[in-house]
């Protein structure tokens, strides 16, 4: 397992959890509670910048442990994951520069870098180990389970 595609989700996860935290230690993410929750944003900037920053810190959360638990079940990260970082990334920047967003598009380009390194060694290796032993397969293998053969 590589070193870089271990780190990439735990390093999304934590920049996910800063990011909620932030979120939550503003001020006026009280407001939003003692708005009662529904319908609290009422035209408030300052109350729709809270809320989009916890909402965005979940959904990388979401991608952190998504990209653990591929990493746990396949091996490597997706190489979907970096580009879809980096767009994320890109338009935070472009419409914030002076933001996280660089930390967002440094991240993708990380994933996408990990991700493509690993691909070309997986795929020799999976083709390497299929080459070897090839099954027959019949139209009775094809069945499906309930039906009876």
């Given amino acids: 397992m590589d070193l870089h595609q271990r780190w990439i989700p735990r390093v999304a996860l934590a920049g996910a ?5 932030a979120g939550l230690a503003d001020p006026r993410s009280r407001d939003l509670v003692d708005a009662g929750l529904v319908g609290a944003l009422d035209g408030d900037p300052g109350r729709e910048a809270v809320l989009w920053f916890l909402a965005l810190g979940l959904a990388f959360a979401a991608l ?3 990209a653990r638990w591929s990493m746990r079940t396949t091996g490597r990260l997706p190489t979907r994951l970096g580009e879809w970082l980096v767009g994320i990334g890109a338009l935070i920047v472009l419409v914030a520069p002076a933001s996280g967003g660089w930390l967002v598009l440094g991240l993708g380009g990380w994933s996408m870098w990990a991700a493509r390194r690993t691909a070309g060694s ?3 290796a999976a083709q390497a180990s299929t080459s070897a032993v090839r099954p027959s397969i019949t139209g009775d293998d094809l069945a499906a389970p309930w039906e009876t053969r």
Wanted: proline share 0%.
């Fill in 64 to 66: 952190a442990e998504l």
């Fill in 17 to 21: 959890a800063l990011h909620i935290a």
């Fill in 122 to 124: 997986s795929a020799e």
